[in-house]
């Protein structure tokens, strides 16, 4: 008779304890815990679950063959970039987003764009039917692509073993359980044992495994640390706007962590945007830019982008101050503001901020806390900045603007999208002729803005 224990596990880190705690020891999280029935397993079962990729015998790394066709392209240029480049050969790539985002339709296309490959897509979620007509509805070629309804980890270890797809899509990872793992699917226990299971044979076999994931109300992918140094590749899959999808690598043993993918979602599935620089860009016919517009360039990756930040200030409407921003972290934007009151004795401390980003791209650099302080300079004087001027910096607390890097990139790419004047810190070298303006300090910075703006 097998004895059953209760144990409460974090979804965020994976602590486990032997009661329920408000809050995580390990990782601070709050109501992370999830109870868990825990049964003593048998020798015979210990064994069944340690995989074959354990039991191989060490040789020597000079020794190793690899493969002409190791990596190679999927047949989507935006998918391969934050891949890495390409899709690797016995590697492991974690996707999740939130629910009806695309992450099933982008997976279905993919599979479709791969040429020359043998490819299975399990479904523990939809039918054979509703993939079908998915599949039809975005015009793929679906007589290449085998799938299977399943969900048991032992079914699904015996296939690959045997057939050895060279890419396998799992549709999701929650639906995953192991008959000798007691807990239900979805679980941490359920999640982690049934990914390196899968991990440890697709390497074995050669197959490429992709597992979609869905994220839980805080933005994170359920039970994240369980799994994250499980995979090779960490892949969020983020809305900007209305039919702007955002895929971004946060994780990558095969390349950069920098880069973003972006694609608009129509009714033909997911298309890729092929020129992105001044994708996030309005369109205004008025040459007169609106009070709280600022420009600036941002790098994601190897590309430059050009971004718009938004800000809105207006007197406080309760007991004190607040600041709403979700595409740039509250913690920075309540910052600069604290530096342009100080050093520029701008008044922001009674009232509201208001701070977004156009087109939905969240941003996180040093380089755009000068830009950012423009536009709350513009929004709390009501003067708008020149259309076409572009910032770069960033702010110490000391009221200091520092140089930021791969300048001479950001500048390339304002100069490209039409904007021919830039404020820039004065320690960036060469940039003191034409229509480039020089500041050390933020003080400084409003000053050449007031004199372009007359």
């Not at 960036?428 to 002729?433: L, P, V, Y």
Request: proline share 4%.
């Amino acid at each position: 008779m097998k004895k059953a224990t209760i144990q409460y596990v974090c979804t965020q880190c994976d602590n486990k304890e032997s009661k329920w705690l408000g809050r995580c020891p390990r990782c601070g999280a709050w109501n992370s815990f999830v109870e868990e029935v825990v049964r003593d397993v048998s020798e015979s079962q210990k064994k069944s679950l340690v995989s074959k990729a354990n039991k191989v015998q060490p040789i020597i790394l000079e020794e190793v063959i690899i493969d002409k066709d190791f990596s190679y392209n999927s047949g989507i240029a935006e998918f391969d970039r934050v891949l890495g480049g390409s899709v690797m050969r016995g590697g492991s790539v974690l996707l999740g987003g939130e629910p009806g985002i695309g992450k099933s339709t982008l997976m279905l296309q993919f599979l479709a764009s791969i040429q020359d490959k043998t490819l299975l897509y399990v479904s523990g979620e939809e039918s054979a039917g509703q993939i079908k007509m998915r599949g039809e509805r975005l015009g793929l070629p679906l007589q290449k692509i085998s799938l299977l309804n399943e969900t048991n980890l032992e079914t699904l270890l015996h296939l690959l073993y045997n057939q050895k797809p060279d890419i396998i899509v799992i549709d999701s990872l929650q639906t995953l359980s192991s008959r000798e793992i007691p807990s239900s699917a979805g679980s941490v226990s359920q999640m982690r044992s049934c990914s390196q299971e899968l991990v440890d044979v697709a390497k074995q076999v050669g197959s490429t495994l992709f597992f979609i994931a869905h994220i839980t109300k805080e933005g994170q992918i359920a039970g994240p640390k369980a799994i994250e140094h499980l995979v090779d590749t960490v892949l969020y899959f983020e809305q900007a706007t209305s039919g702007v999808r955002i895929i971004r690598a946060v994780k990558n043993r095969f390349g950069s962590v920098d880069e973003i993918g972006i694609f608009l979602m129509g009714d033909k599935g997911l298309t890729p945007v092929k020129d992105p620089a001044g994708f996030f860009l309005d369109k205004r016919k008025s040459a007169i830019l609106p009070a709280g517009i600022a420009f600036t360039a941002v790098l994601e990756g190897s590309r430059t982008f050009m971004v718009e930040i938004q800000a809105l200030t207006i007197p406080v409407k309760g007991t004190y101050a607040r600041v709403y921003s979700e595409k740039i972290e509250t913690a920075r934007v309540t910052r600069v503001a604290a530096v342009l009151e100080r050093h520029a004795l701008i008044p922001l401390s009674e009232r509201d901020i208001y701070v977004n980003v156009g087109g939905g791209i969240r941003l996180n650099e040093v380089s755009i806390e000068l830009p950012l302080a423009l536009a709350l300079f513009s929004a709390a004087t009501g003067k708008s900045l020149p259309a076409s001027l572009v910032s770069m910096g960033e702010l110490s607390l000391a009221g200091e603007v520092r140089p930021v890097s791969f300048a001479d990139k950001r500048i390339k790419g304002a100069l490209s999208m039409g904007f021919d004047k830039l404020l820039l810190p004065s320690n960036i070298s060469g940039q003191k002729r034409g229509h480039f303006y020089s500041c050390d300090r933020i003080d400084e910075a409003l000053k050449v803005v007031e004199m372009l703006s007359k």
